[in-house]
């Protein structure tokens, strides 16, 4: 499958549908910067380390079970960065399609998305609600254990 990913972000329009869906679905890794900015975007770029580290930290967690302190750390990131992909394919789709086009598409006429944005606004609400809810939930369960774990222990 080969995307409209150009390295010159002057030169073709740029779908807000497409942004909202490959923030989404590959937001994570920072393709809907590259889309909308090209391959030389710093912060496209920056979406990969913690990614990749939340990815160790899941890893890690499969393999050594709750009792890895590293995991404890990494996995949040993970969370964290699937809520910060969704927050922003939220707000590609939730654009005007006036403001879109006067950002991204300067010069053309105002194309009407349709459906695609909205359901990628609802995609994103469900899975960004569910993985930050649970992300908040895995961090305070772990920090409270963390807190059990170093105090000293009670004398009978």
């Known amino acids: 499958m080969n995307l409209p990913i150009p390295t010159n972000p002057g030169t073709s329009s740029r779908s807000k549908t497409l942004a909202a869906w490959l923030a989404l679905l590959l937001g994570t890794l920072g393709a809907h910067r590259f889309y ?7 912060v496209g770029w920056l ?7 939340g990815l160790y930290g899941l890893r890690r967690f499969r ?19 699937i809520s910060a992909a969704m927050i922003t394919g939220i707000v590609h789709a939730l654009t005007p399609d006036e403001k879109w086009d006067a950002r991204h598409n300067p010069g053309r006429t105002v194309t009407a998305t349709g459906w695609g944005p909205v359901l990628a606004a609802i995609a ?3 899975v960004g609600g569910a ?8 961090s305070g369960q772990m920090f409270f254990q963390w807190q059990l774990e170093s105090a000293p222990a009670a004398r009978p």
């Open 47 to 53: 979406h990969l380390p913690p990614t990749l580290l």
């Open 124 to 126: 994103g609400l469900l």
């Open 63 to 81: 393999e050594l079970g709750q009792d890895d302190h590293l995991a404890w750390l990494l996995v949040p990131l993970l969370g964290l960065m």
């Open 36 to 42: 909308l900015h090209g391959w030389q975007d710093r």
């Open 131 to 138: 993985v930050l809810t649970g992300t908040i939930a895995y």
